[in-house]
Structures are given as C-alpha cells and as structure tokens.
C-alpha cells in the first residue's frame, strides 16, 4: 500500500513538473481548442523518418517523457493510447495508427502511405482521418536523407506489424497522463519537428490504391457513435485543417494590420496634440535662446577685448626685451672698446719681494688706475734689466778666461812640437 502511494505522488509531481515547465515555455499566440490541433501530424511524419521500425514507431508516438500525443476523444481525463497496424500490396505500405478508447472500440487518426515505383523512388504521405482533420489533410514530407524505415519495408527483415495492445492492456514503457492546454502542447511540440525536413500540404491522394488497403484495417467506432462531432460539423466553413489555419493566419494578420493602423493615427493625433500643446512652451523656449544669444554676444565682445589688451601687453613686453638686447649689446661693444693689458712675462728671481710685486700686478682688477701699474712695471723692468747686465757681464769675463787659457794652451802646445821636430832632424 505504501508503495502504490508513494508511486502515485511521483506521478503527481511528475506531472505538475511537467505542467511547470510547459508553462513556463509557453508563447503568446493563441490556437483553437479543435480537436485536431491534440495531435501535430508534421512531429508524426518527424517522428516516423527517426525510427527504426514500426515497433520503434508505435513506442516513440507514446512516449511520456516526448508527450508527441495530446488526444483525450473519450473524454475520461487521460491521453489516449495510439497503436499502430500495418499491411501492404503491390509495393503500397500502409500504416494505419487507431486511438485505443474502450474495449473493442478504436478510432483512426491518421495513415502514413509508403510508395515505390518502378524508378525505386519512394514516396511518402501522411493523411488524417477526416473524422478528425477534414477530407484531404494530407502532408507530404521530404527527408533530406532516406530514412531507415522506409528501407527496411523493402529488406529480408521486414515483418508485417499488428499492434498486440488493447484496451487494459499496454506496453511497460507506457504511463497514463492528463491532456495540456493547447497552446503548451503547441508550443512543446515544435521541438520535436525534425527542421532538416520539409513539409508539403496536399489536397490529392498520390494512388488510390491506399484508399481501399484502409478500408480493409480501419476502425471509426468513436464516429459512429458522435457523428455530430465530425469535423465538417464542427467547422462547417472550412473544408480541413489546412483551410482552416490558412483563415485563422489571415484573419489574425488582418487584425495586426489594423492593430498596426490605429496605433498609427493613435501616434499621429498624440503628435498633433502635443504640437499644439508645445507652441507656448516653444515661444518662450525662443525667447530663451535669444537671451542667451545676447548673452552669448556680450561675452563675445569681453573676450575680444581681453585678447586686444593681452596682445597689447605681449608687444610692450617684447619692446622691453628687445630694448633690453639693445642696451646689453651697448654695454658689450664699450666693454671691447677698452684697452686691455698686454700679457706680461712671467718673472723668475730669488727676490721674494719681486714675486710679490709680481703677483700684485698679475692679479690686478680693470678698476685699479693705470699709472701706477706703469711704475711697478718699470721698476721690474729695471731690476730685470740689470740682472741681466750682471749676468752678461760674469758670462763675457769667464768666456775670456777660458779663451786666455786655451791661448796658452795651445802656444804651448806648439812649442814642444817644434822642439821635438828639431831634435829628429
């Protein structure tokens, strides 16, 4: 008993999750509560180019985790289990999927027509029931590769499939659901539509043949019991699905356009109003802007004079340094008209008196006079001349000296050499 509970709440929060998460990716557009919009035959022709098989094919369409199916015909608050029947004739596979709603009682939904030609192109379609969709709902798709269940009709493995369930008695994969909304459906839906495959309307069946293949497998007990419920009844301007998206596209574009037009001249009257409503505010807002022209004038001619007084600085200050450079070159050229000092020989002498004096005029400033200069220049100039004097005078006296002696050396010299050449002979 505790078991069965505790399954049951996770059922429970299974599916509030997945309400949660429906909701929250839900858009805006709004569809029918038709009951063709419970079954999306774009995800089955999807659905069907993915498997592998037929098999493969009956488990994917009732998945709970995909939630491909929304049907609930019988009204019993629960998805209707699809299970899927198939024959074939002269290269013609049929496959014919039957919602399970009572014991012994089965309606078809749609049927999926596989065809092959003699060129070994295959053709596919898939039909709704027009209990469901209306006459001649079909959609053509066209798979950007061949799917591997269309090869496998055609290979040594292929078995004819006859769903074994019924009512009471399902897969274990299978779990019993609630419906969604319409519009969370449609909107969990899309996700899984293969977008690498087209899907064509068609109003025209490709062989006849299939009609009468249907004939032998189908069941409509749900329409015979509610024939009322059919889809010419329950739209009874339109001839299918198709027409009927096509009017609901064009009847809302038709309302965006005229959406879009009353919000036009509702822009257009607010515009107008508060054109009118801003003149006053546009008058003084141009009594504003002439004030602060004026003002901006006004300041304009402070600040011409400002720069006019600047300027006038900037010359009196370039008169004063050019007068400046003037008056220093002046100085400069007096300064080079004066007569310097010739340089003065540098005096050696054992008189520490004289290199005193010497000294003192070597280090002489341009404002000490002139004439005393003179005298100690001339009184230096006679001591030296008088040092040199002395001096020429010792170098002439020990000069004739050395000559007298040479002299007398030399008579010497010569008369023993003639004595001695006297005393040969």
Do not use: C
């Amino acid at each position: 008993m505790k078991t069965t509970l505790k399954g049951l709440i996770v059922m429970i929060t299974l599916a509030a999750g997945m309400q949660l998460q429906a909701q929250n990716r839900i858009t805006v557009e709004a569809y029918s509560n038709d009951i063709s919009y419970y079954l999306d035959l774009k995800a089955i022709a999807s659905v069907f180019g993915d498997s592998r098989n037929l098999e493969d094919f009956e488990r994917r369409i009732n998945d709970y985790n995909s939630g491909l199916s929304n049907l609930d015909l019988n009204s019993d608050g629960y998805i209707d289990y699809l299970r899927v029947i198939e024959t074939s004739e002269q290269n013609i596979h049929l496959t014919v999927i039957q919602a399970v709603l009572d014991r012994d009682v089965f309606q078809d939904v749609a049927s999926i027509v596989v065809e092959r030609d003699r060129y070994r192109r295959t053709y596919v379609q898939v039909i709704g029931d027009p209990y469901l969709y209306g006459h001649n709902y079909i959609i053509e798709p066209v798979f950007y590769r061949t799917p591997s269940i269309i090869n496998w009709f055609w290979t040594s493995r292929y078995r004819r499939w006859v769903s074994p369930y019924y009512w009471g008695y399902y897969p274990r994969y299978y779990h019993s659901r609630r419906p969604l909304e319409v519009n969370i459906y449609m909107t969990n839906i899309h996700q899984h539509i293969n977008v690498r495959h087209q899907y064509r309307y068609s109003d025209n069946r490709r062989n006849d043949y299939s009609a009468k293949l249907h004939s032998s497998i189908g069941r409509n007990d749900y329409s015979v019991r509610y024939p009322d419920r059919e889809f010419s009844k329950r739209n009874s301007n339109v001839r299918n699905k198709a027409e009927f998206s096509r009017t609901r596209e064009n009847s809302r574009s038709y309302e965006n356009s005229n959406a879009g037009q009353t919000n036009s001249s509702i822009r257009t009257n607010e515009a107008n109003r508060r054109t009118t409503t801003n003149q006053p505010a546009n008058n003084s807002r141009n009594y504003q802007s002439r004030e602060r022209t004026g003002n901006s004038t006004q300041t304009s001619v402070t600040n011409q004079e400002r720069s006019n007084s600047n300027t006038r600085r900037s010359s009196n200050s370039y008169q004063q340094i050019n007068s400046r450079s003037n008056n220093s070159e002046r100085n400069a050229s007096r300064r080079n008209s004066y007569e310097k000092p010739t340089s003065r020989p540098t005096v050696k002498s054992d008189n520490r008196s004289n290199e005193r004096s010497i000294r003192n005029t070597e280090t002489v400033k341009e404002s000490e006079p002139v004439k005393p200069a003179a005298t100690r220049n001339s009184n230096v100039r006679t001591n030296e001349s008088k040092r040199r004097e002395s001096s020429v005078k010792t170098n002439s006296n020990r000069n004739s000296s050395n000559n007298s002696s040479r002299t007398q050396r030399s008579t010497e010299s010569n008369s023993a050499k003639r004595t001695n050449e006297s005393g040969r002979r």
